[in-house]
């Protein structure tokens, strides 16, 4: 296909089908809470086998780079995952994402509902390149959501390109300070896990910001990952006990696991013999508690798990990913639920 | 009048249950009907967005049409289909209708159809039938996503609002199916050339309602006849309130999800079993190989949007992103739709 030039197709240092820009947010208005992200591109992973995975992502540019949990910081690089996004329903958001001229990223607040401009979908709206732009959004609804790159997806996502996106419910007023619930009137929960769960395609970790965009076989379609992980962490082994990964907790307490299918094939993640009360999903409460031992997940669903034990001792978890037309499992990932 | 005592529907009229293009248009009627269709089973070339043409097989609408997917079928419980199905390929062939949920039997097939002879089916839909079905070639495994598939949609007698009884409602004339597919080429060759069947698949084109996406800027962007954001069949627009049913159905191999932006999705069935509650979701598994989801896209302001918008676009696309590209790169070629607030 030969590239266009011009408009909305023009190329760009080798990507095509892009529409960059950097526009004045329409309706900006003083946001209650702010993020301002930037962009790596530089960064690894160091598998549990001794293989460093290149990785990009999103910078925190106001401190040093704090993730959701992982704690695989890239020499060079930022957090992997990216630093979270966090915000209490109700609030008006900004994320303001810089990229300078020579790139071209997005940031899709994924299950968050914004106008056309917000929603950072490049050939509905434009991709960020060669300045800032800012994100307005209203947090409406509490729950589990994830924030993407939306350029080239399938490699950038596949980079790396995804931190977690919380937004708490506004605290009761009679509620004890410091009570934390899943969202308005919902369950109490004590401990907080986080697990986005994604596989990795090493061979993909090759390729340039634009492959493929202007036409050719860069694999795109072929998709054979190697590593397994939950929240930046290698699920071979190291997610076992990562204290960023690994859930401890005593008896008595609950537990919420905000379960992320982060990665492009489907999942089914077991909770060890314990049982999860599901409360919602894709940041919606469900209309009734759904109890299971296990969830069979697709590309981007949510569910937010409230796990209570009833007996101490150590249940292990697994995360099995599974081919997309065999349904055969092409790995497993797996962590701890700690109960002393 | 005696609910047996069928109403003739014919010629014109038909154009209200056989549906080639849009929203799916459907008047209750008091009295059931006989649903007559002729399909024929043809095959063709198709370009896929890199140029590459790729052989398909379907059930055409007229003798030389190649029709990606079947033109659907609208009809209501009580009413009897009367199809007939021409085969003009050299190969045996056969219509089925699948059966509502997983390991149901099917509701209706055809049998074998020899080169050059006609099938029929003739069924009377039995009460509480309602729901969406897919029908498609299960002489062999690959059929189906060669192309022989498409929707029927079977309305609760007398309602324009409900896919069940009872279920949520959704405006009247205003349902769409949205069919996947995924297409490896190697296997498509091979029963062109009447080669040996492939034992593993690898899709390099994805589509929905049989065509890919063409983003702004290129070769027939806006085209709705080869870009699927443009595809009155598949194109999701309306205005607040216009609450949509999304007859969600899978004739590929692959596995998906369905992700729509600016709502959730309210989900009502999985693989035809009515779900005990209702989720709101923005991201759907829809299995396999016949799998079916159907949802209703509520079309409420987009939640989060500050301040206020009730118009936009949006994408519905699949997020295992992989099919979100066409001969493995130019991503935003893929099984992906627009949603439209107006």
């Not at chain 2, 996503?145 to 959704?170: K, N, Q, R, V």
């Not at chain 2, 034992?199 to 890919?212: K, V």
């Not at chain 2, 896209?297 to 099919?323: C, I, K, Q, R, W």
Request: glycine share 12%; net charge neutral.
């Amino acid at each position: 296909m030969a590239m266009t030039t011009g408009g909305g197709g023009g190329g760009m240092g080798g990507t095509c089908y892009v529409y960059p820009g950097a526009p004045a947010t329409i309706g900006l208005v003083t946001a209650d809470i702010s993020f301002q992200r930037g962009i790596y591109m530089n960064g690894s992973m160091l598998m549990d086998d001794g293989v460093s995975v290149p990785i990009w992502g999103f910078t925190d540019l106001t401190a040093a780079n704090g993730g959701i949990g992982g704690g695989n910081m890239g020499a060079g690089g930022g957090s992997f995952p990216s630093p979270a996004i966090r915000v209490t329903e109700g609030q008006i958001v900004h994320t303001a994402l810089t990229v300078n001229q020579m790139l071209i990223h997005t940031i899709h607040h994924h299950g968050i509902e914004p106008s056309t401009e917000n929603d950072g979908v490049g050939h509905f709206s434009f991709d960020v390149s060669g300045g800032t732009y800012t994100y307005q959004w209203k947090a409406s609804s509490a729950g589990t959501y994830f924030y993407h790159c939306h350029v080239n997806t399938p490699l950038h996502a596949e980079m790396g390109m995804y931190g977690g996106l919380i937004i708490d419910p506004k605290p009761l007023s009679t509620d004890p300070a410091g009570t934390k619930r899943a969202f308005k009137n919902g369950p109490i929960y004590d401990v907080e896990a986080i697990w986005a769960c994604d596989e990795i395609d090493p061979a993909l970790h090759t390729l340039s910001l634009g492959a493929g965009t202007c036409g050719g076989d860069v694999g795109l379609n072929n998709f054979h990952p190697k590593y397994f992980i939950i929240t930046g962490v290698d699920g071979a082994s190291s997610a076992l006990t990562n204290p960023s990964v690994a859930v401890n907790m005593t008896l008595g307490q609950t537990a919420l696991v905000r379960y992320i299918c982060a990665g492009f094939f489907p999942q089914k993640i077991s909770f060890g013999g314990l049982t999860a009360s599901v409360v919602a999903s894709d940041g919606r409460p469900l209309p009734a508690a759904w109890n299971t031992t296990s969830i069979e997940a697709s590309s981007a669903e949510r569910y937010d798990c409230i796990i209570k034990p009833t007996a101490k001792g150590t249940y292990t978890v697994t995360v099995q990913f599974l081919h997309w037309i065999t349904g055969s499992v092409l790995g497993t990932a797996r962590t701890r639920i700690n109960v002393t | 009048m005696d609910r047996r005592s069928f109403l003739k529907v014919g010629g014109a009229g038909l154009a209200s249950t056989l549906m080639g293009s849009g929203m799916l248009s459907w008047a209750p009627r008091s009295e059931a009907a006989t649903i007559s269709k002729t399909y024929y089973i043809n095959d063709g070339i198709r370009a896929m967005p890199d140029g590459v043409s790729v052989y398909f097989k379907s059930y055409g609408d007229t003798a030389t049409a190649l029709s990606l997917p079947a033109s659907s079928i609208i009809c209501q419980e009580g009413d009897t289909l009367s199809i007939t199905v021409i085969n003009r390929l050299l190969k045996t062939h056969n219509f089925v209708i699948g059966g509502l949920k997983a390991g149901d039997p099917p509701l209706a097939s055809t049998g074998n159809i020899a080169s050059g002879a006609t099938g029929k089916i003739t069924l009377t839909i039995p009460t509480g039938a309602a729901g969406s079905y897919m029908f498609y070639d299960n002489v062999t495994s690959y059929n189906r996503f060669l192309g022989l598939h498409g929707g029927l949609a079977i309305m609760p007698a007398g309602s324009s609002t409900t896919l069940y009884t009872g279920s949520p409602a959704f405006k009247p004339n205003r349902q769409l199916f949205w069919i996947f597919n995924d297409i490896d080429p190697a296997l498509h060759n091979a029963v062109q050339l009447n080669g040996t069947i492939p034992t593993s698949f690898t899709p390099r084109y994805f589509t929905i309602n049989g065509l890919s996406s063409r983003p702004p800027g290129a070769t027939s962007h806006g085209d709705p006849t080869i870009d699927a954001l443009f595809d009155p069949r598949s194109r999701l627009a309306g205005s607040v309130g216009d609450r949509t049913l999304l007859r969600i159905l899978n004739a590929g191999m692959c596995s998906h999800s369905v992700h729509t932006h600016a709502n959730h999705m309210e989900w009502l069935t999985n693989n035809g079993v009515v779900r005990s509650s209702v989720w709101k979701k923005d991201s759907l598994y829809l299995r396999n190989s016949l799998g079916k989801i159907d949802s209703i896209y509520p079309f409420m302001s987009p939640p989060d949007a500050y301040p206020l918008v009730n118009t936009g676009h949006f994408p519905m696309h699949l997020h295992d992103e992989m099919s979100q590209t066409a001969g493995g790169g130019l991503y935003q070629f893929g099984s992906m739709t627009e949603i439209e607030f107006i």
